[in-house]
């Protein structure tokens, strides 16, 4: 009988699986996120082919592969929730369903993670043993914790299992003392190194006053009392007081104030004796400081001068603030001028120094008005006098003229008129040639003279500069110079010619007749 060879396909699917990293819950790879996974089928023997992809439904993002029991592959989440998906293909062409594997990526370091050194409401800042309780944790599940007294968490602790709350004992005495922590969370990141701190103490609160105040005062102060740490149970009436009283109480903590009011002129003092107050730690408070004044209301005054005098040809006047006691909060804000501008102000305590500079001639004027700078006790002063200097920087012109003609045989009358009333003219300060001057007068800014020639010939007169001076002690620019032709001399004749002959002329007939003088006349 014949042999017949039957083939028969085999029409089941593989059943399959893909663990990722043997099943981890997470993964903490870095970029770009590599896992490996473990492929296998009921009969891996008949296993062709493998489609792997990030997508679910295995219908897009990979390729048909030859089939491996194992494959690194890249996870499309970071920090997520990621999935793998994968089917196969047996060498019967049968197909698998699409598969699938999650596993959760976490390369991040737990967030708010946190230490917390005798938790309380609020928590304590102070403590007086050195055994604590340490609250402990992060914004998500842990599994382990290093506590340690070192900074850096690197050395002086031990990787325990995590626990919310831990006895600790602190490293330093009477000091602020700080534990470290750090923490790991399931996919075993670890936190960064965090810390917490208390004050250990067990020494009494030191005490401070202060004040604004000078040592002299014209008014009631404030003293602020600072305590090295935060302190109860302080009263006004705990301060010890000489010459004043004191105010209400405010403040808490560390730091108070209040008012002290003096009583009469003289010296007043506060002060705080010991143990009236107490810290957190429950310790007393040390003796404090001493603060001293003097109480006085006299009101400082001032008085302005200057070198320049009422009148000056200068655009520099020097200036001077004297004050009846040495002052401060004086500047040259404080100074009121008109028709000048302000230099730099020198000087301290009583005594200032300022170079004004007129803006344009005429008066310059200067005040301090009351309230601009205070003494030591705060006293305000009074107005200053009021200092004025008129500045002239113009030269006096002056001019000369006179009554006579050019050509003279007399005395000349001479008048010089300046532009302003002048100091100093005197007759030795004309410049006269050919003559001498007599009869000289005058004052202010109008004088007169006469001037005698001397000979025949030219006499000049002139007023030379910086004859005289004005108020401002302004020298005196020069004057136009007076010229004249003095002839004392009478003219001759020297000839009478005519061009006609000597002999008898007709009635109306005219002859011409030359008549030769000693000099030029004029008819």
């Known amino acids: 009988s014949p042999v017949v060879d039957l083939t028969v396909r085999e029409t089941n699917t593989p059943v399959c699986t ?10 903490t790879a ?116 290093y506590v340690t007294n070192n900074a850096g968490c690197t050395s002086g602790g031990t990787e325990e299992n995590f626990q919310a709350t831990r006895n600790w004992t602190l490293l330093q005495n009477n000091a602020t003392a ?15 190194c965090v810390n917490d701190t208390i004050i250990h103490d067990t020494t009494p609160s030191q005490v401070t006053l202060t004040s604004t105040v000078s040592t002299r005062t014209n008014a009631a102060f404030t003293v602020n009392a600072t305590f090295t740490k935060a302190v109860t149970g302080l009263e ?22 209040f008012t002290v009011t003096p009583t009469t002129q003289g010296a007043v003092s506060v002060s705080l004796g010991i143990d009236k107050t107490v810290d957190v730690a429950g310790n007393g408070n040390s003796l404090s ?45 404080d100074i009121t001028v008109t028709n000048a501008s302000k ?20 008066e310059v004027t200067v005040l301090v008005a009351a309230d601009r700078a205070q003494d030591a006790a705060g006293n305000n002063n009074t107005a200053s006098n ?57 004052s202010g800014s109008s004088y007169s003279f006469t001037i005698n020639p001397t000979a025949n010939g030219t006499v000049t007169v002139i007023v030379p500069a910086n004859s005289a001076q004005d108020a401002a002690n302004n020298n005196n620019s020069a004057s136009n110079s007076l010229s004249f032709n003095f002839d ?20 109306g007939e005219l002859i011409p007749i030359e008549v030769t003088f000693s000099k030029a006349l004029t008819l």
């Open 488 to 507: 004392a001399t009478e003219p001759t004749v020297l000839s009478v010619t005519s061009s006609k002959a000597n002999g008898a002329y007709t009635v």
């Open 30 to 145: 870095p970029s770009p996120f590599s896992v490996t996974l473990a492929l296998s089928a009921t009969d891996d023997s008949e296993l062709k082919d493998m489609y792997v992809t990030n997508t679910a439904g295995c219908s897009a993002g990979g390729t048909w592969e030859n089939y491996s029991s194992s494959k690194t592959w890249n996870l499309a989440q970071s920090n997520a929730v990621a999935t793998v998906y994968v089917k196969y293909r047996d060498i019967y062409n049968n197909e698998s369903s699409c598969l699938s594997d999650a596993i959760t990526h976490d390369n991040t370091a737990p967030q708010g993670a946190f230490i917390v050194i005798n938790d309380g409401t609020p928590p304590a800042t102070h403590t007086n043993t050195t055994a604590v309780t340490l609250k402990l944790g992060a914004g998500e599940e842990l599994s382990k914790m």
């Open 289 to 333: 400081n001493s603060i001293s004044t003097v109480f006085d209301t006299e009101k400082p005054s001032i008085t302005l001068s200057t070198t320049a005098g009422s009148n000056s040809n200068s655009t520099s006047i020097p200036l001077t603030i004297t004050f009846s006691e040495g002052v401060t909060g004086f500047d040259a804000s």
């Open 18 to 27: 893909i663990p990722i990293n043997n099943g981890a819950a997470f993964t």
């Open 343 to 362: 230099g730099e102000l020198t000087g301290s305590g009583s005594t200032y120094q300022m170079v004004l500079t007129a803006s344009a001639p005429g």
């Open 236 to 257: 006004a009436s705990d301060f010890t007081v000489t010459n004043a009283a004191v105010g209400a109480l405010t403040g808490s903590g560390t730091s108070y104030s």
């Open 178 to 192: 700080t534990v470290f922590a750090r923490f790991q969370d399931l996919a075993g990141n670890w936190s960064a």
């Open 386 to 442: 009021a200092l004025s200097v008129t500045v002239d920087t113009t030269a006096p012109t002056v001019s000369i003229s006179s009554t006579a003609p050019a050509n003279t045989n007399t005395s000349i009358p001479v008048t010089v008129s300046f532009s302003e009333a002048v100091l100093g003219f005197v007759q030795g300060d004309l410049n006269v040639t050919n003559g001498s001057v007599v009869s000289f007068t005058g």
